[in-house]
């Protein structure tokens, strides 16, 4: 089994290290590159000679945000999948790192097992998720839900939203299925995993697939939010 | 402004007469005196017939007598009713080949005109006294050539009415189309001049009325809403109308008995109601004198209804003169009062406009009193009928500048409410940015009292316990970390709270457990989550929500800690509108009664600090901390 190669950005050199050295340990993980800024990060990217399965980056760089980072690899690398590293795992900056197209995060102050223990979870089908992203995930969701019916009636006069509306629409509509509201629910209630996979008689394994399926949709709409609103504003050209 | 005709003749009294009534007639109108003066030439044939045999009847004596035209009867009879038979002869060159005509400026009230022999024309019943008035209009009557002599007679016979300006007026015979323009010049002025003065009037006093019915100053009450200039005006010229129209009526309604006092009271009506309107104009508004005017002119009032009465009761029209010169004798000082407080300065234009057309009409007034009521003159026209509509059209100016300056005042009115309004606005706007600001203000107040709380219990509190232990040299190393993770873990619950929805008390136990969870695994405690899906608890705000996070958050450290425990139920069940929390575990219990340790008083601090009730029950085996929330 070859190992997977890890790309870490984080500009402080003490935790970078430390990041290093977790990835190195673990049979299974291949540091690829260690970086310190942004514009170190999207050239390593740019090299079509470099290959990356996982990224592991900080939000907060002295010459950009992570987020940019994500949204460059995740284009010219479609195969690497983001981990957000989050001081508190707080839920504005993991959202944020979802919707730019990261599959986790994980806390600094994990123990290096932890940390190659969620980078190999992620690679099998599993991402985190905590009780308060869940049920802001939910609130969005359904917020949505509620404001989309009334959309159609109240923007026939308006062709150039339509499309692009219509098409956020479809997203919203595909983001949850039941089974996935009903995961999000009880996570947000609490419920590990185990439970939830009890409660819904289905292995953890689904559940976990659950939750990363999720975290590719929320990526997905909110690149069809942004493309919605850029039509809106006459950013884009109309299609169609 | 018009008057009777009088007609040329080659005589040279005659070319007198057609001089002075040429130039009267310029004097009335331009354009018609010139009219007649270009054409004096052509009326050569017409002929003005001034003497007559008279057999008059009256008061029971009949005398045969010649008289002069024209024959007024009341100057001769004094009132008394009669008929008299006039015989005028007149001659004609040769027999005429044209339609001839005579005209009769005045004659009456009943009347019958035979010439030659037969009867050219009949109104009314000669022998009904007090019948139908025929008198009011001039007559044109046309006459067949074929009856034209050399020598020819009219006998004309009428019934004269007690003061009703009965008799005869000077004939006017001769080819009927130079007959028909001095009829048409007299029609014109008496009749249809008065028609078109009965409708104006009208208009104008219903108008007013109008007015004062609709227009209404809401910051009075009762009457005194509503503005009476218009009422006056308004029954000045419904009355003038009336009067005017008198002229019109042949045969009244009512009987003379009723009639002739009514058109008195018209004329009566009229003299006090522009009077006040007058007064109304100019503003005397002082009430004491303000009401005795108003008395005087009721009495002058009630004094006309009766004197017209009188006048026709006993057939005396020197009674109405009298009531007439009455008027006149106070009109001419209260014109002449007017007209000097008008030219004052700082007088009102309407007022001086007002003045004018008062003096005006006192003057015209004075006239058509000596004319009708003292001179002899018989079929003369009133001229105060036409200056009267002056009044009419002092009102339209008055109520135009009133509506202009209403207008006006609205416009600034809406100027000006729009500029408080937005004024106002601007006010409150103000206001809510400061109340805003305040607001915000005190969040941030509180919620910097919140973090310092946080720092110094959390934080602060664990990293200076880490530091006593590094010093101290006798800690292990799994010591200092374990504080420095429960440090961080404070840390990252105190970020969370700021995101927890406030009361909602299933999500702070989610998000506990979520952020205890790696403990939990690395001390084999089985954690059974029992949590329902609770109701937001509507008293806990954000530092409530925070306060019962460190409560949950220290049972919890407790257990993992002390208890030695290998089962930990967390449960969370709705009880009324509030919430009780339970940690149960299997540990070896601890003494609830001793001396409380550091983080159970610090419980019980929070607990009251949100007004939960705090119930522990330990025992080796079981521990049970209860939070009630209500």
């Known amino acids: ?240 | 402004m018009a008057e009777g005709s009088h007609p040329p003749r080659r005589s040279a009294a005659a070319r007198g007469r057609l001089r002075w009534g040429a130039i009267r007639a310029w004097l009335a109108c331009l354009l018609l005196g010139l009219t007649l003066a270009a054409s004096a030439s052509a009326r050569a044939e017409v002929q003005e017939l001034r003497q007559a045999r008279a057999v008059i009847t009256a008061d029971g004596a009949t005398e045969l007598t010649t008289v002069s035209l024209p024959y007024h009867w009341d100057r001769q009879h004094h009132g008394s009713p009669g008929t008299g038979t006039f015989e005028v002869p007149f001659s004609l060159p040769g027999e005429p080949d044209i339609p001839y005509a005579l005209y009769v400026l005045r004659l009456g009230n009943a009347y019958e005109v035979w010439l030659n022999g037969t009867l050219l024309q009949r109104n009314g019943d000669l022998t009904r006294v007090n019948g139908a008035d025929y008198a009011k209009a001039p007559r044109y009557i046309e006459v067949p050539p074929q009856l034209l002599q050399r020598q020819n007679l009219f006998r004309i016979i009428i019934r004269a009415d007690g003061g009703r300006r009965g008799g005869l007026a000077r004939l006017l015979v001769g080819p009927d189309t130079e007959v028909q323009e001095y009829y048409a010049r007299d029609f014109r002025w008496q009749v249809a001049g008065s028609l078109a003065v009965v409708v104006l009037s009208s208009l104008v006093g219903m108008v007013a009325l109008m007015l004062w019915l609709t227009q209404s100053d809401p910051t009075q009450a009762g009457w005194r809403k509503r503005d009476s200039l218009y009422l006056y005006a308004g029954l000045a010229e419904l009355a003038w109308a009336l009067r005017v129209a008198d002229k019109l009526i042949e045969n009244p309604p009512v009987s003379w008995l009723w009639w002739s006092p009514l058109m008195a009271v018209c004329a009566s009506c009229w003299i006090c109601s522009m009077t006040m309107f007058c007064i109304k104009v100019a503003g005397w508004d002082e009430q004491g004198r303000l009401r005795r005017c108003k008395t005087g002119l009721g009495l002058f009032f009630l004094a006309g209804l009766f004197v017209g009465a009188a006048s026709q009761y006993w057939q005396s029209p020197a009674l109405l003169t009298a009531y007439y010169i009455l008027a006149s004798a106070w009109c001419m000082p209260f014109a002449l009062i007017y007209m000097a407080l008008a030219a004052r300065s700082g007088a009102r234009r309407a007022h001086v406009l007002v003045a004018v057309v008062l003096l005006a009409n006192v003057a015209i007034g004075l006239r058509d009193l000596l004319v009708f009521r003292l001179s002899d003159s018989f079929g003369d026209n009133s001229w105060l009928r036409y200056s009267s509509m002056l009044f009419g059209l002092t009102l339209g100016y008055i109520a135009l500048t009133r509506f202009r300056a209403a207008s006006a005042q609205a416009r600034d009115l809406m100027a000006n409410l729009s500029a408080r309004v937005a004024q106002k606005e601007a006010e409150l706007a103000h206001s809510y940015q400061k109340l805003e600001q305040l607001a915000r203000e005190q969040e941030r107040a509180s919620e910097r009292t919140r973090i310092l709380r946080d720092m110094h219990d959390g934080v602060g509190s664990h990293i200076s316990t880490a530091i006593r232990q590094l010093q101290s040299g006798r800690a292990s190393s799994d010591a200092v970390l374990l504080t420095l993770r429960d440090s961080l873990d404070q840390l990252k619950l105190s970020i969370d709270a700021i995101n927890l929805p406030t009361g909602d008390v299933t999500a702070l136990l989610a998000n506990l457990r979520y952020r205890l969870e790696p403990r939990f695994a690395a001390s084999d405690i089985e954690l059974q989550w029992d949590v329902d899906l609770l109701e937001p608890v509507q008293r806990l705000d954000a530092n409530a929500m925070r306060q019962l996070q460190f409560m949950v958050f220290e049972a919890l450290s407790n257990v993992l800690q002390h208890a030695q425990a290998s089962v930990l139920r967390i449960e969370a069940r709705a009880a009324g509108a509030g919430v009780v929390l339970r940690t149960i575990d299997n540990g070896r219990g601890f003494d609830v009664t001793a001396p409380l340790r550091k983080g159970l008083s610090s419980m019980r601090e929070r607990a009251q600090v949100i007004g939960a009730r705090l119930h522990m029950h330990s025992a080796p085996g079981r521990t049970v901390v209860e939070i009630h929330l209500d």
């Open chain 1, 1 to 240: 089994m070859t190992a997977w190669r890890v790309l870490i950005v984080e500009d402080d050199p003490v935790m970078r290290e430390f990041f290093a050295a977790s990835v190195s340990r673990s049979p299974r993980l291949a540091l690829a590159a260690s970086l310190g800024t942004m514009g170190e990060a999207l050239a390593w990217l740019g090299d079509p000679s470099n290959a990356v399965d996982v990224l592991l980056t900080d939000l907060g760089l002295p010459d950009g945000s992570g987020l940019d980072v994500i949204r460059h690899a995740t284009r010219l690398h479609p195969a690497c999948e983001p981990l957000v590293i989050s001081m508190f795992g707080d839920e504005d900056n993991v959202l944020a790192s979802i919707e730019a197209g990261a599959l986790g995060y994980i806390h600094k102050d994990s123990t290096p097992d932890d940390i190659a223990h969620t980078v190999l979870e992620m690679k099998a089908g599993a991402s985190p998720i905590s009780p308060m992203i869940a049920r802001r995930v939910l609130f969005k969701y359904r917020s949505l839900q509620a404001a989309r019916p009334r959309a159609p009636a109240s923007e026939p006069a308006q062709p150039a939203g339509q499309d692009a509306g219509s098409g956020t629409a479809q997203a919203v509509r595909s983001l949850l299925s039941g089974r996935e509201q009903d995961v999000l629910e009880l996570i947000a209630r609490g419920f590990s995993y185990q439970e939830i996979a009890r409660l819904q008689s289905v292995s953890v394994h689904t559940v976990q697939t659950h939750i990363k399926n999720l975290y590719s949709k929320l990526a997905v709409h909110s690149k069809n939010e942004a493309v919605f609103e850029a039509t809106r504003l006459g950013l884009l050209p109309r299609h169609g």
